[in-house]
Each structure stands twice: as C-alpha cells, then as structure tokens.
C-alpha cells in the first residue's frame, strides 16, 4: 500500500538560512510525487509537483525538490527562507493508477527572526 | 481567478443536529474530493467523485455521513446528526483528473457542541 512518512513533525529554521523538509514514500512504481503548503486559516496549495523526468523540480515561492529513486525520497529545499514561509508542509504520493492522494501528517515550519 | 469555493466557512451547532456543507469545484474540473483535517488525525480522505460518481467513500462513517454531487458545479457533504468527535476544518478540493493534482477550496470549520 502507498504511503508517506514526514519524520519531522516541527522545524525551526532562522531567517535567511537554508531549509530541507524530508519526504519518504512507499509506493510499487514511479508515483506522482507533491508538496503542498497550508497557510493558518487556508486550505492547501501546491508548491510543486514530480511526473517524471528531471528529478529536480522548481515550485513557487522559490523551494525546489529532488525525486531521488534509489532513497524512495522527494524532500522539499529553499536556500534561504523568509518569515512568510511559516506555514505546514504536506508531502503527498499519488496513485498513478487512479485518482486518489496519499499525505503525509505535514512538517510544521518555525521561522525565527 | 478560478478557485474552489465552499460555504459556510465556520458553522457552529449542537449535537444531533444536521450539518451540510458545499462546495464549487473549478470550472472544468472533473474529480473532487472531500477531506477532513483534526490535530489528531490530520488530513483524512472522506469521498470522492469522478464526473460527479462516488469513486470511493470508504474514509467516511456512512451512519451519518453522506456525500453527493447534484450536478458539475456543486458537491455536499452531509452530516445527521452531528456528534462532537466530528469538529473538525472539512475540505474541498477539486481536479482535472490529471495526475492527481488538486486545488482546495479555503475549508469550512465545523463545531459540534
């Protein structure tokens, strides 16, 4: 059965410094890989995506991620993150034989000043 | 530009009382999804449609919950009746059915007292 696991429930990075939110997957074949992110208040929105092909992907907002087979890991980078970027981070695996989005239980972001 | 609606956006009740909430999926968008956020459990998956047939229900308590699509432009979630354990931000979120990806609606906040 698919799944996701985020191992860091929280983490609190310094503004300005570099941030990588790791992602593991379980999945039989080569999934649809994503990372959201959810806002206080708000729903969530897509930072990203992994079909196929370059492993390294660029999202918005700046964060790129890199889809590392051999790991069975999708994590989540920025160089340099900003107070704005606090938030709830979801890495997600879709199944490539329907419909259906598997998230992981989210990494929550602290940015301190 | 298009988004996800859903309404209302908080509703507070009482326990036994009936709950309905909706959503406007984007224009064009063929799946939606229902979800449902706790700190316990995090982002669960209710129901889903494609071109508004249920596809899979299984993550819901069919006793009392229910989930339709009247037609292509609005799906409910149905809650008779209402027990506290259900307060949680209930999620909509809509897609082309390509490749999994998703676009939630802002969430509606429920509180069963």
């Known amino acids: 059965a698919q799944s996701v696991t985020q191992p860091d429930i929280h983490i609190t990075v310094s503004e300005g410094a570099s941030l990588e939110l790791r992602c593991n997957y379980s999945?039989?074949?080569?999934?649809?890989l994503f990372w959201y992110v959810q806002s206080p208040g708000q729903g969530l929105q897509l930072l990203l995506k992994?079909?196929?092909?370059?492993?390294l992907v660029q999202g918005i907002k700046g964060f790129e991620a890199e889809f590392k087979r051999s790991q069975s890991s999708f994590n989540l980078r920025k160089p340099s993150v900003h107070w704005s970027d606090a938030a709830e981070y979801f890495c997600?695996?879709?199944?490539?034989?329907?419909?259906?989005?598997?998230f992981g239980a989210g990494t929550r972001l602290f940015v301190k000043a | 530009d298009a988004r996800v609606t859903q309404t209302p956006r908080d509703k507070v009740t009482e326990m036994g009382q009936e709950v309905t909430m909706r959503c406007q999926p984007i224009?064009?968008?063929?799946?939606v999804f229902w979800y449902r956020q706790t700190m316990m459990q995090g982002l669960e998956l209710l129901a889903y449609?494609?071109?508004?047939?249920?596809?899979?229900d299984s993550g819901m308590p069919k006793d009392r919950f229910s989930a339709e699509m009247p037609d292509a432009t609005l799906a409910t979630l149905k809650i008779q009746p209402s027990e506290p354990r259900d307060s949680a931000v209930y999620f909509c979120?809509?897609?082309?059915?390509?490749?999994?990806?998703?676009?939630f609606g802002p969430g509606t906040r429920l509180t069963v007292l």
């Open positions: 979120a809509s897609g082309a059915g390509l490749a999994n990806e998703q676009f």
């Open positions: 999945y039989g074949a080569t999934p649809y």
């Open positions: 992994y079909f196929s092909g370059d492993t």
């Open positions: 997600a695996v879709g199944d490539t034989g329907g419909f259906k989005t598997i």
């Open positions: 224009l064009g968008h063929n799946t």
């Open positions: 449609f494609r071109n508004r047939a249920p596809l899979d």
